[in-house]
């Protein structure tokens, strides 16, 4: 009678084991589906990077910088970025989803000064730290911002602008969205600088997506309706791109000084080539260095020397390209 009761006592037992099993693993790889935002279970701090992109080389190097400071902290960082510069309600989902995974700190560029800022301020009220890095967003509550002077920048650009061309300036801008921060601040510093010489005729301006296709098409329809531009500003990296390319489709490049925004590998061989007369080059490495270490001192309490603080911002030309110290900047080697 024992030996009866006995082999479906097993069976029973081992169907209850194995569905509990089921029950946790289930349970853990839903868990994990959103683990790229959830505090790991160890003693590091847990931080998350938001950018504007992950696939334009700014942004990359950003990356590079932040994991270079993670690793040097012990931190565990994620780094998250909508698939398109102008998807800021992605980022502010990423936000969201980073004051649910207890983020310790969050360190975040703005593709919408204003579109950004409740999402902001969510996280700050959730007592989390928040680190502005490239483009501002609006709110008096973050902890520090880290970023170049976009407004001397594009008066960089402004300047070297009439150094290059004594005569009278026709200017074309290609910006992108219209409500990100530092392309609006690069804009203005630009034309305040050529208004200034009492030499422009005409300023004529594009905003794009932010995309190199965008910014090439905004390019040919202005140089096309207005073929006495001899100016052109390109104010981000993607902008740099298209408006490179269509300098060389339509065969302009004696007749057009682009003043191009960022670099990359494409970029810099415009430069040597003539298409690009000058690069306004950043530090986007140092942002995301500087993001992480300054997190990693607001988490253990310690003090900052400042809430803001400004990145190196360098002109580069065909004449000083070659200099071993540009070299390093224009050429990463990062990955």
């Known amino acids: 009678m ?3 009761i006995k082999f479906p006592y097993i069976i029973i037992m ?33 931080i998350v990077v938001i950018g504007k992109s992950d696939v334009s080389a700014f942004w990359r190097s950003v990356s590079y910088g932040a994991r270079a400071a993670a690793s040097e902290y012990n931190l565990n960082m994620t780094f998250v970025a909508p698939a398109s510069e102008e ?4 980022q502010n989902e990423m936000i969201r989803a980073a004051i649910m995974g ?9 593709i919408d000064y204003n ?6 301020n969510e996280a700050i009220e959730a007592g989390i730290p928040v680190i502005v890095i490239d483009s501002d967003v609006n709110c008096e509550e973050v902890s520090c911002r880290i970023m170049t002077d976009n407004y ?16 009278p300036l026709t200017v074309g801008i290609v910006n992108y969205d ?34 190199r296709e965008s910014a090439y098409e905004g390019t040919m329809q202005l140089l096309t309706e207005h073929p006495d531009i001899n100016t052109v500003a390109a104010l981000n990296e993607l902008m740099s791109l298209g408006s490179g390319y269509a300098v060389r489709d339509l065969g302009v490049a004696d007749a057009v000084d682009i003043y191009a925004f960022d670099s990359n590998v494409i970029s810099v061989g415009m430069l040597e080539t003539g298409e690009i007369e000058g690069l306004i080059v950043q530090n986007p490495y140092a942002m995301g260095y500087l993001g992480v270490e300054t997190a990693y001192r607001l988490i253990n309490g ?7 603080i400004g990145t190196t911002t360098t002109y580069v030309s065909s004449s000083n390209m070659y200099d071993i110290d540009i070299q390093r900047m224009i050429f990463r080697f990062d990955d």
């Open 2 to 4: 024992r030996s009866k």
């Open 14 to 46: 081992s169907l209850i084991l194995l569905l509990l099993l089921g029950i946790g693993i289930y349970t853990l790889v839903r868990r994990n589906a959103g683990s790229e935002y959830i505090r790991r279970g160890d003693d590091k701090s847990y």
């Open 87 to 90: 998807n800021y309600e992605a």
């Open 102 to 110: 207890q983020a310790q700190a969050i360190i975040f560029s703005a």
């Open 115 to 120: 579109g950004n800022a409740e999402a902001i």
């Open 152 to 167: 001397l920048a594009g008066r960089m650009a402004g300047e070297q602008a009439l150094e290059n061309n004594p005569g």
């Open 178 to 211: 219209i409500n990100s921060a530092n392309g609006q601040q690069r804009e203005q510093g630009f034309c305040d600088a050529v208004n200034e010489s009492g030499r422009v005729t005409d300023i004529y301006t594009v905003n794009c997506v932010s995309t």
């Open 302 to 308: 310690l003090p900052l020397t400042s809430r803001q």
